[in-house]
C-alpha cells in the first residue's frame, strides 16, 4: 500500500477543486475514470456519498495541496483541536456523518477508489458511526509559520485539522452539503 499514515501534518493535493476523506470499502467499484464518473462527476453524485456517510469533503472550492492533519477519537476520550490550533482556527463545519468501517482515506476526489494511490494519506478510524468535523486553520496567521519563499515551515500548523469522533447516542443530524463550510454571512 503507498498510503501514508499522518502523526504529523501531511500534504494532499487535488487538481479536481476538493479534498475528501472516504471509506475505501464503499468505493471498491471504481477501477477506473468511467467507473468514477459513474459515482462522483456530479455535486448530486458527491451529495449521496455524503448522506450515505461513505464521504466527508474538505471544499474550499479551489486547486492546489494543503497540509491536512486528522485524528481521531474514542467515545472515552474525544479528540479536540489543540489550543495553538484553536488560537488560528477560521472556522469549522458542522459535523459530518461517516460510517466507518476501520479506516478513513484522505486525497483529492479524483483519488477517490478502493484502494489508496500515492498521495493519499491512510488514518484508522473508530468503527461505526462517526461525527466528522472539518476545522480550517490559518496557519500563516502564526508567527514563524513561513519559510523565506512563504512556504509552511517545520512545525507549522496545517491548512485542515479533521477531528473523528464516535456519533453521540441519538445524534440524528449532520450537515450533508458538498461546501464543507457555510458562506460568510450566509
Known amino acids: 500500500m503507498n498510503a501514508h ?5 501531511a ?21 477506473d475514470d468511467e467507473t468514477w464518473e459513474d ?20 471544499n474550499v472550492g479551489g486547486d492546489g495541496a494543503f497540509g491536512v ?5 474514542t467515545a472515552a476520550a474525544p479528540v479536540t483541536l489543540t489550543e495553538r490550533e484553536t488560537v488560528h482556527q477560521l472556522v469549522a463545519s458542522q459535523p459530518y456523518l461517516f460510517v466507518s468501517r476501520g479506516r478513513a482515506l484522505v486525497g483529492g476526489i479524483e483519488d477517490v477508489s478502493g484502494d489508496a494511490s500515492d498521495g493519499v494519506i491512510e488514518h484508522p478510524a473508530p468503527e461505526g458511526r462517526c461525527a466528522v468535523v472539518v476545522h480550517l486553520i490559518d496557519w500563516q496567521a502564526e508567527a514563524g509559520s513561513q519559510d523565506e519563499t512563504g512556504q509552511p515551515g517545520p512545525g507549522a500548523l496545517p491548512d485542515f485539522v479533521v ?9 440524528g ?3 450533508t ?7 460568510p454571512n450566509g
Not at 177 to 183: R, S, Y
Open 11 to 31: 500534504t494532499v493535493a487535488t487538481s479536481a477543486g476538493m479534498l475528501v476523506l472516504w471509506d475505501p470499502q464503499r468505493f471498491q467499484a471504481i477501477v
Open 39 to 58: 459515482e462522483l462527476l456530479e455535486d448530486e453524485d458527491i451529495a449521496g456519498h455524503i448522506q450515505a456517510g461513505s464521504l466527508v469533503p474538505l
Open 177 to 183: 452539503a458538498v461546501n464543507t463550510f457555510e458562506a
Open 163 to 171: 477531528l473523528i469522533n464516535p456519533a453521540q447516542p441519538g445524534q
Open 5 to 9: 499514515q499522518p502523526l504529523d501534518p
Open 69 to 73: 492533519l486528522v485524528r481521531a477519537g
Open 173 to 175: 443530524s449532520f450537515r
